[in-house]
């Protein structure tokens, strides 16, 4: 029983050692939303939605969030943004949104559903995903035209679809999809099984599949890029904990982030 | 009822004319009958023989057989689409073979759409028809063999006709179960209007952007399905 007690003890320490250690390590974190938080009492739990192509790099952010604001627990669900959208707008209780297009974005603001004004944090573009190997040695998006070549994009309702409408309208390539999914993710994962010979997603996922396919990249890409934006919902059920996220979000160590995972800076 | 009548409420009654003649609503409702149809008589063909077999006949490991009928009931759709692309997609077991030797793949064709929606409603005309078989008495069928008659047609003049009303229920839950399949379509065949996109497909597509275009679309199909299941007569069904 003693032994037990003292290890809970030392556990109890190495936490508040390395959460410490945490935020001295970035005085810049630190110094932006370490105090600020601390100061406005933010506790509890945090609920983010987040368009699908944020996955890994939000997951990693909300880690790090925890790690500065210990008494602040994240939430994420990620999916199709227009979805989400739809979800906010049927009441769903969150607290940040964070959307791959301007466009998703202005259905919640239209519905009165933002707590604020939108903020630009990054911006996505989109690649050519290929299986490994590029074994069809697709190069380019007339090539996705191309005979006997199946392709995969996403449905225009969802941004990356969007996006993609506007890639091909600029190269004026003719491509038939052999199927319109529901968010970026479906698309690539028909990629990495093998069903389809491309699909048209964004650089960050192709990045976080590195494993299974191939980005190839393609200039017409330049002209359809997605500003992200993020806000915090006006019936959010933690305001203190929404205006943290949104902060840490905006901050380098944050940003360093989500560049790694391919996103540009807004 | 509730949820029914929630739809029936909130429906746009003043746009619904115009939305009803959109093309991709008609080109959905089409896509959604004929494949819940075709997969329907594909569950017949292949499920009145299998329900035979598990309900007449003894064989080690029957009882693992009937599991493994059942399991597309409690697998979630989704899972059971992955689990065909596996089998039947390109680099699957069987459709690598396919897409080699005759370069026809399921995945994306609206035979597609009939193998996803005939996988998840299998069980449901396995299950009503081995019930009948186990309730209709074999004596008759004995009857008919002391009398002459070969295995096949005592099967079609004898038991058929005793297991009819089973056989038509069975039927009618296996055609709704696949017209409301959504899941495996999705990730088996994808969605493609016109070849692919059914009516469940539709309205989730439809509530992405437009929540009066998916309430539309699901009160079509509601009235369509109500429609069909009630113009079946009940003397078909067995109910007297």
């Known amino acids: 029983m003693r032994a037990r007690r003292w290890a809970a003890v030392a556990v109890a320490g190495l936490l508040a050692t390395a959460g410490c250690a945490a935020a001295d390590e970035d005085p810049a974190a630190a110094g932006a939303s370490g105090p600020a938080a601390a100061g406005s009492g933010a506790t509890g739990p945090v609920t983010v939605l987040a368009a699908a192509s944020l996955t890994e790099s939000f997951t990693a952010i909300g880690t790090k969030f925890e790690q500065l604001h210990p008494a602040l627990e994240v939430t994420f669900s990620f999916g199709g943004s227009s979805g989400l959208a739809q979800q906010i707008g049927s009441g769903a209780p969150a607290d940040v949104f964070a959307a791959a297009s301007p466009a998703t974005m202005k259905t919640v603001t239209d519905a009165g559903a933002a707590g604020g004004t939108p903020v630009t944090f990054v911006r996505n573009q989109l690649v050519i995903a290929v299986p490994k190997g590029n074994p069809k040695r697709l190069t380019s998006l007339s090539a996705l035209a191309g005979p006997g070549v199946k392709v995969a994009l996403c449905a225009p309702q969802v941004p990356c679809g969007a996006a993609a409408q506007n890639a091909l309208a600029g190269a004026g390539a003719q491509v038939t999809p052999v199927t319109l999914e529901q968010d970026v993710k479906a698309a690539l994962a028909k990629v990495k099984l093998g069903e389809v010979d491309a699909a048209l997603v964004y650089r960050t996922d192709a990045r976080a599949a590195?494993?299974?396919?191939?980005?190839?990249?393609?200039?017409e890409s330049a002209g359809a890029i997605n500003d992200y934006p993020i806000v915090a919902l006006r019936d959010a059920p933690n305001p203190a904990g929404a205006a943290a996220f949104l902060s840490f979000v905006q901050t380098p160590e944050a940003q360093q982030i989500l560049t790694d995972a391919g996103f540009q800076r807004p | 009822m509730l949820p029914l009548a929630g739809l029936l409420i909130r429906a746009p009654w003043t746009s619904l004319p115009q939305r009803l003649t959109e093309p991709g609503v008609l080109?959905?409702?089409?896509?959604?009958?004929?494949?819940?149809?075709?997969?329907?008589?594909?569950?017949?063909?292949?499920?009145?023989?299998?329900?035979?077999?598990?309900?007449?006949?003894r064989f080690p490991g029957r009882r693992l057989v009937r599991a493994l009928v059942t399991v597309p009931l409690v697998l979630p759709p989704v899972v059971g689409g992955v689990a065909l692309l596996l089998v039947f997609g390109r680099r699957g077991l069987v459709g690598g073979w396919l897409d080699a030797t005759f370069g026809f793949?399921?995945?994306?064709?609206?035979?597609?759409?009939?193998?996803?929606?005939?996988?998840?409603?299998?069980?449901f005309?396995?299950?009503?028809?081995?019930?009948?078989?186990?309730?209709?008495?074999?004596?008759?069928?004995?009857?008919?063999?002391?009398?002459?008659?070969?295995?096949?047609?005592?099967?079609?003049?004898?038991?058929?006709?005793?297991?009819?009303?089973?056989?038509?229920?069975?039927?009618?839950?296996?055609?709704?179960?696949?017209?409301?399949?959504?899941?495996?379509?999705?990730?088996?065949?994808?969605?493609?209007p016109g070849r692919t996109q059914t009516m469940p497909l539709a309205v989730y597509l439809a509530l992405e952007q437009d929540l009066d275009a998916a309430i539309v679309l699901s009160l079509v199909l509601l009235v369509v399905s109500v429609a069909i299941l009630a113009g079946l007569r009940d003397r078909w069904l067995g109910v007297s």
Request: hydrophobic residues 60%; glycine residues 10%; proline residues 5%.
């Open chain 1, 210 to 219: 590195a494993a299974d396919v191939d980005g190839v990249e393609f200039p």
């Open chain 2, 27 to 57: 080109a959905a409702l089409r896509l959604s009958l004929l494949t819940a149809s075709l997969a329907t008589v594909a569950c017949l063909l292949l499920g009145v023989p299998l329900a035979w077999v598990l309900a007449r006949t």
């Open chain 2, 105 to 123: 793949s399921l995945p994306f064709s609206t035979a597609g759409v009939v193998v996803a929606e005939a996988f998840v409603a299998m069980p």
């Open chain 2, 125 to 192: 005309l396995v299950i009503s028809v081995e019930g009948a078989l186990r309730g209709a008495d074999a004596r008759f069928e004995e009857a008919a063999a002391t009398l002459g008659a070969s295995r096949w047609t005592a099967f079609r003049r004898v038991t058929l006709p005793l297991i009819g009303p089973g056989v038509a229920a069975g039927a009618v839950l296996c055609w709704a179960r696949a017209l409301g399949e959504f899941g495996a379509t999705i990730t088996f065949a994808g969605n493609f």
